[in-house]
């Protein structure tokens, strides 16, 4: 038997799937995550309607047409980031394309199958890395166009599906080992993407538990080339926590006691790794992330990190879902497992760190823009009040929620790069000042004390 085979037979028995060309012992686990989602296996096929989409929805077309795709958050930008430049003419042509919410899925649809076309044609030709390009484009395509979906529809789970396929393509070609990997969690699992360095052949590395946004899925948390925490020689457990893409459909909603226990589920699983230091290990979340990886860290010690962007730290979520565009309430909704609007508003005066961050130890790193639309910079500095670790908050000027698009965010430095430096810095083991620092439109940095 080759190596290669040896490799596969090993994620057979462990009920994993391993890429790559990586020797490694896998653990074995009760509970794996479906290699595919059916209309059978899932319920909240209901999609949740909210007051203000009823009376707003005609208002959001008529936005979407004079503002484009991006017309509340950059999302056709954070998801062409990870793909790289050799994606970018697709999502020009998508902003062309989307002119009203329904174009929306169809519009990345067509994208999707453009993609997987050309992937399967590379891989006939047997020119494999523009087949795991294209692949791993097609699956960020696949992903985007579930975003407009609150629901467990037969075309969710189609596109979910389709996402999963292009993206273990993608993996069995990929220039560093990738495992498709069950967290155990409760009685069930979390799904995840378990990723090591290119080039790694042996001995224990540091870790990052990556957390993606509301809006975003594990498959587009590592770049397709140059990612930043695997270019630093660090592991990357990419997961989907509870109500997060694919939970949802597992039936695992999102609940602040759930995240509570994530963290954990997390480092428990890492510290069986045995290409992991079990004291090198950090979380970092995005938006809704950094409120998730915040309640996270807040019940796991054993983190020697949390570093998190684009924050989601107003207790109750007001400013987002009575504020901001009505999708991201139906969206919640839906992860949380609410079709009912005062069942979920009920729900909602449990979405709070208060009574969680005050627990919290290791080095926490928070940046912010001045002006942020969804979360106002007031509740992130109440939350740094509690902290009684290592802390450092960084604001940007005029920057709304999604930190960019305007001079300090331009000429300052690049917030994922900061975000991994920080981490990076922890494992050092290097200390640091408790400090606010303002990156004011120049891009300089002014630095006060906590």
Not at 89 to 114: C, G, L, N, Q, T
Not at 382 to 399: D, H, I, M, N, T
């Amino acid at each position: 038997m080759n190596r290669r085979h040896l490799l596969r037979s090993l994620a057979v028995a462990s009920g994993g799937t391993v890429y790559g060309l990586v020797d490694t012992s896998l653990p074995r686990h009760t509970v794996t995550v479906p290699s595919r989602v059916t209309s059978q296996t899932v319920s909240s096929r209901t999609e949740p309607v909210t007051r203000r989409w009823r009376e707003q929805r005609w208002l959001l077309d008529s936005i979407i047409e004079a503002n484009g795709i991006d017309w509340d958050q950059p999302r056709s930008f954070y998801w062409n980031a990870p793909c790289g430049p050799g994606a970018s003419p697709d999502f020009a042509i998508i902003r062309e394309r989307v002119k009203k919410y329904a174009d929306f899925s169809p519009a990345f649809v067509a994208a999707a199958h453009r993609r997987e076309a050309m992937a399967r044609a590379a891989e006939e030709a047997e020119e494999l890395v523009t087949a795991r390009e294209n692949y791993f484009i097609a699956a960020i395509h696949w992903g985007a166009a579930q975003w407009p979906i609150h629901a467990n529809t037969d075309e969710n789970i189609y596109f979910h599906n389709k996402k999963l396929e292009c993206y273990e393509k993608y993996a069995k070609l990929a220039d560093h080992h990738i495992e498709r990997v069950s967290i155990p969690f409760q009685d069930t699992a979390l799904p995840a993407w378990f990723h090591l360095p290119p080039g790694y052949r042996d001995g224990r590395i540091p870790a990052v538990v990556s957390v993606p946004g509301m809006d975003n899925f594990k498959e587009a948390s590592v770049s397709l080339y140059g990612d930043r925490f695997l270019a630093r020689g660090f592991a990357v457990l990419a997961i989907e926590g509870p109500g997060q893409y694919e939970c949802p459909m597992l039936g695992i909603p999102m609940t602040v006691p759930g995240w509570e226990a994530t963290g954990t589920a997390c480092v428990d699983w890492l510290i069986n790794r045995p290409e992991i230091d079990p004291e090198q290990i950090a979380i970092t979340g995005t938006s809704f992330g950094s409120f998730a990886a915040t309640i996270a860290a807040a019940h796991e010690p054993r983190l020697r990190a949390c570093a998190v962007m684009n924050v989601c730290h107003e207790p109750r979520w007001t400013t987002a879902f009575e504020q901001a565009s009505p999708t991201f309430k139906m969206r919640f909704m839906y992860m949380a497992n609410y079709t009912n609007e005062e069942e979920f508003d009920r729900f909602a005066k449990t979405l709070t760190w208060e009574g969680h961050a005050e627990h919290i130890q290791m080095p926490y790193l928070a940046v912010a823009g001045e002006k942020d639309e969804l979360s106002p910079l007031e509740h992130t500095e109440r939350l740094f009040s509690v902290l009684s670790g290592p802390k450092r908050l960084v604001v940007y000027q005029g920057a709304r929620h999604s930190i960019g698009g305007v001079p300090s965010a331009s000429m300052g430095p690049a917030v994922p790069g900061l975000i991994a430096d920080f981490i990076a810095a922890r494992f050092a083991g290097r200390d640091f000042p408790n400090e606010r620092w303002f990156v004011d439109a120049t891009g300089a940095i002014s630095k006060t004390a906590l």
